[in-house]
Each structure stands twice: as C-alpha cells, then as structure tokens.
T-cell receptor
Framework: DGGITQSPKYLFRKEGQNVTLSCEQN?????MYWYRQDPGQGLRLIYY???????QKGDIAEGYSVSREKKESFPLTVTSAQKNPTAFYLC?????????????FGNGTRLTVT | AQSVTQPDIHITVSEGASLELRCNYS??????LFWYVQSPGQGLQLLLK??????LVQGIKGFEAEFKRSQSSFNLRKPSVHWSDAAEYFC?????????????????FGTGTRLQVTL
C-alpha cells in the first residue's frame, strides 16, 4: 500500500545539535509539507514543496531547513537555531497543488531535545 | 488571512449518543473546508471535505458535516458515537486561489477538539 513513512518515530537530541527527520512517500504526489504540532496549538506549517528542487517557507520556518532532491523525499533539518525544537513533527503530501487538495499524513516523529 | 476556531477543547459523550463538534472559520472568499481525525501518537486522517455544492457532506466512519455560510461554520456530526471514535478532531480551511498558480495546499488548522467516549 502507498503511504508516507516518517522515521524515526521517536528522536532524542542534545541541545545545540542539528537533527534531520526523514519523510518518504510512494504516492507519486507532487507536493509535500512539514507541520509542527504542539499541545493546544494545532498544526503549524514549517515548509512546503510543490516540485523537486523547489520549496517555500511556511508560517514558522525559522530554525528549520529542508531539501527536495527527489520527488519521494522531503527531509527536515531542525537546526540549533530553533529555540523550542521539542515537538511532534508531521509530514504530509498532496496529489497536486491547489488549495482543494487533501493532505495525506505520515505517523509523525516526536522529537525531544534536552 | 484565514483562521479557524474550534471552541471546544475537550468533549465527553456516552457511547451511542449523538455528537457535534463545532468549527468556525474566517475567510473573505469561498473556503475549502476539511475535518481530520488524529489518534494518539499518529498522523491525521481525512474524514471529509467541502468544496462546493451540497452543503451537507458525508464522510467516512459515519461522520457528516454541514457548511453554513451565514454562520461561517462547518460543524461535524455523528448520530451515534462508538468508543473507537475517541480521538482528536481538527477542522481546517484552505483558501480559494483565483488562478491555478500551482500553490500548494496551505491549510490553516484549528487547535483541535479532544473527544472522550464513556461506556
């Protein structure tokens, strides 16, 4: 079955270290997204990509970086510049661009930075 | 910019009882509206969506939602709740683009409503 795979499910890092979260999809979707989820705050968009080698900042991009070298992959790097990195990170994709395209989500990565 | 309000942080219902989760949106033009469900530690699953046409939308798992433009609402309903419906529910809105410029689905999510089901 097609879907979105996020790995690892749990990730622990020391403060000051960069960490990369993996997101792979085999749905042949054009667009991919990274959201951050914090308790009581819903989902906030970090970055999104419409096609390979292109990506755009979302609402809370500071302290994060992404790449889109392959259609299937959209890794997120949480840098040491991110002040509050501990959160639940969700990757998503949509079949095509446009505001009416439903998002398909992975099962998330919970990042804890101490 | 669009926004979504889910006024109820936490709701508890008995199994078999009816359910209504509230969602109010703010956007100047015609919105695209979605309801997603999230089980603990999991990603989000699409329940239903509204783009245009019939204002009563049917979704998966027996859920439905009604779009009311006059009230800027898109409330989610289920006639009889099952214990497996316990989860967190998110309403989301996407703006309509005038021209297909290839803009990605930048949805705005509400803060969610956690549903607890008692047996």
């Amino acid at each position: 079955d097609g879907g979105i795979t996020q790995s690892p499910k749990y990730l622990f890092r020391k403060e000051g270290q960069n960490v990369t979260l993996s997101c792979e999809q085999n749905l042949n979707h054009d667009a991919m997204y990274w959201y951050r989820q914090d308790p009581g705050q819903g989902l906030r968009l970090i970055y999104y990509s419409q096609i390979v080698n292109d990506f755009q900042k979302g609402d809370i991009a500071e302290g994060y970086s992404v790449s889109r070298e392959k259609k299937e992959s959209f890794p997120l790097t949480v840098t040491s510049a991110q002040k509050n990195p501990t959160a639940f990170y969700l990757c998503a994709s949509s079949i095509r661009t446009g505001y009416n395209s439903p998002l398909h989500f992975g099962n998330g990565t919970r990042l804890t930075v101490t | 910019a669009q926004s979504v309000t889910q006024p109820d942080i936490h709701i508890t219902v008995s199994e078999g009882a009816s359910l209504e989760l509230r969602c109010n949106y703010s956007y100047g033009a015609t919105p695209y509206l979605f309801w997603y469900v999230q089980s603990p530690g999991q990603g989000l699953q699409l329940l239903l969506k509204y783009f245009s046409g019939d204002t009563l939308v049917q979704g998966i798992k027996g859920f439905e939602a009604e779009f009311k433009r006059s009230q800027s609402s898109f409330n989610l309903r289920k006639p009889s709740v099952h214990w497996s419906d316990a989860a967190e529910y998110f309403c989301a809105v996407g703006a309509v683009s005038r021209v297909d410029t290839g803009t990605a689905s930048k949805l705005t999510f509400g803060t969610g409503t956690r549903l607890q089901v008692t047996l």
